[in-house]
């Protein structure tokens, strides 16, 4: 949100956001939008200069998450093991998913152009931290090298949008998550 906003469009936004995250962590990334204008005290309108797609709240709500993954890839970078490493950024990347409601759809890629104005920033700032990750597991050699980091996403949004509906959810995603760490092996 730009600085220049008048005071009383910083407010709105901070008070959508807020009331976004809440419906957004009850309801998933199908929150209604209006509902939360509603709670927000503001019109659907407003909702809408703020966030001109559903995609641009969800990832707005989601920042803060995303953030600790990049960090986390960061702080992951100097292991010893490279295969681990990126096992485990990955492993986080699927449990916070699980954990927020709305995070693994706002990480998709479907409907996203490269060209479009509403790029899908979460998942760029995934791809930045995880691709050094990558790198040197298959530098290492131990990961296949026809791997990228958007199949990696792809694959971790897939195991938890596919684990949605268990009744452990986290238990679920955990193992397939598990199995497709297998396929990752490089083919000998």
Known sequence: MPERQRA??????????????????????GASLEQIA??????????????????ALVEAVSQER????VARARELA??????????DWLSDVVAYCVAAQGLAAALTYEGTEPDSIYENSCTAALEDAGSPLL?????????DA???????????????LATEHHSDREAAAERLFGLAAEGLSPRG
């Open 8 to 29: 009383d469009a910083r407010r709105n936004y901070a008070r959508i956001l807020t009331v976004a995250e809440q419906e957004v962590a009850t309801h998933g990334a």
């Open 38 to 55: 509603r709670i927000a005290g503001v019109g659907s309108a407003t909702v809408r200069r703020h966030f001109p797609t559903r995609r």
């Open 66 to 69: 995303i953030e600790a993954l």
């Open 78 to 87: 100097g292991l010893g093991d490279s295969r681990k490493a990126l096992l």
């Open 135 to 143: 790198q040197r597991a298959v530098q290492d050699g131990a990961v």
């Open 146 to 160: 026809g791997i990228g980091v958007a199949d990696l996403i792809t694959l971790a949004v897939g195991v938890v």
